[in-house]
């Protein structure tokens, strides 16, 4: 048991180191709040922004940045549709596998049906991209690789069938620092109709998916060019 | 103005001297009582260093609607009710069966209880439900007026008299089981 003094020197020092915890977690906890108050701003600003009217937007269209994209691609300004508002990404309340399709056969991804649902009877178009599979021959269960020249050729299938493709820009972080880094890749915007009548190659299997950037933002679809000429290779 | 009141005083201004005269005067009747709502010497030590924590931690100003010892033993009470409601479901030993406790206990008792007849009633006590245990304590021991207790068990004057009478009424059975005739009671 303890004699009074060392009681009374026990309670004040417990005090005092209480008192400085407390004084610690109050800093923390105004240091959160501002953190949360200027997160939700940005939210905000980026959630005006994205919902602004497509015709708001600036008609910056940039061309591409290195020669060998010049050669494999050719590349015209994009007129967009004065009215359509364009689905970069949509939030999905679940994180799926997916087995990739067989032959003549398709999927969307969770987020692009649950845009869809959204939007359903809206004028808007879907910024997607194409993932191209083929299945094994002789009744493997693997997958083959389709090699560049071939999905060369499919591109332009579809595009010549009516769908309208366009090279987009995303970022993902990289190395241990995370820097961000820009990458390419090649994008079809689809209407909800093109992707109900969507006619498969029984060569390939496919998938729709946001392109989305590496803290899962959809991408900016003010630099879009549009693509008619496809060449190899293909940066997805 | 008592001495707790002028000590904790001195302690507002700064002086922690104030603070030591504080619990070198009501440490033990306040362990004790605390023990009346534990029945474990050791945890109703812990608590009661925690509520002279609070005293220096909070500083809170006196109400002077009460004196000081009421005021600190209200602080006290709440501090254990506290514990019981956060630990209600650890399990009970029985003190026969952590023979350090009981004589912690006996030692912390004999220390504050210098008359023998009150160390009997004090024993005769520990068979009492808590509530009548812990009220007459405040009576008994710490001298404090039915109005008093009340305010520090939370209850009405009345109400407290009536639990004191039946308090009375319940170690005077205990005592007259065990052969002891007290005559103050």
């Known amino acids: 048991m303890k004699t009074y003094k060392e009681m009374a020197e026990d309670a004040l020092r417990r005090a005092e180191k209480q008192k400085l915890t407390n004084a610690k977690r109050k800093k923390l906890f105004a240091r959160a709040a501002v953190s949360v108050f200027c997160f939700a701003a940005a939210v905000t600003c980026i959630d005006i922004w994205q919902n602004a009217p497509v015709s708001e937007m600036p008609p910056e269209i940039t061309t591409l940045g290195t020669e060998s994209r010049e050669q494999n691609t050719t590349v015209k300004p994009k007129e967009k549709p004065e009215q359509k508002k364009v689905i970069t990404s949509f939030p999905a309340n679940a994180v799926c596998s997916y087995i990739a399709p067989g032959n003549g056969e398709y999927l969307c991804f969770i987020e692009v049906n649950e845009a869809r649902k959204k939007y359903a009877g809206q004028d808007v178009v879907f910024l997607l991209a194409v993932d191209i599979f083929s299945e094994a021959e002789n009744g493997e269960p693997h997958l083959r690789e389709v090699s560049d020249e071939e999905k060369a050729a499919e591109y332009k299938r579809l595009a010549d069938d009516g769908f309208d493709f366009y090279e987009v820009t995303y970022w993902d972080y990289q190395g241990e620092e995370a820097r961000k880094v820009y990458h390419t890749a090649l994008a079809a915007e689809l209407t909800e109709e093109q992707l109900q009548g969507f006619k498969p190659s029984e060569k390939y299997g496919y998938t729709f998916r946001f392109i989305t950037n590496g803290d899962s933002s959809g991408i900016n679809d003010d630099k879009i060019n549009a693509v008619t000429n496809f060449h190899t290779p293909f940066i997805v | ?185």
């Open chain 2, 1 to 185: 103005m008592d001495n707790g009141a002028s000590s904790y005083r001195r302690f507002l201004e700064g002086d922690e001297d104030g603070f030591i005269e504080i619990v070198r005067d009501y440490k033990d009747g306040l362990m004790l009582y605390i023990n009346s709502f534990t029945n474990n010497i050791h945890i109703a030590e812990e608590l009661t260093e925690e509520t002279f924590v609070k005293l220096a931690l909070k500083k809170p100003r006196d109400s002077k609607k009460s004196s000081f010892k009421t005021w600190l033993y209200t602080i006290g009470r709440n501090t254990a009710i506290d514990y019981l409601r956060k630990n209600s479901k650890l399990q009970k030993i029985p003190l026969e069966e952590c023979p350090e406790l009981t004589s912690d206990e006996e030692s912390v008792e004999r220390a504050y209880i210098k008359e023998e007849n009150k160390l009997i009633l004090h024993r005769a006590m520990q068979c009492l439900k808590p509530e009548h245990r812990q009220i007459l304590w405040l009576i008994y021991f710490e001298g404090f007026s039915n109005k008093d207790a009340g305010k520090i068990i939370g209850k009405s004057t009345h109400n407290t008299e009536t639990l004191v009478y039946r308090a009375r009424l319940s170690l005077k059975a205990e005592l007259d089981k065990e052969g002891y005739i007290y005559e103050n009671l």
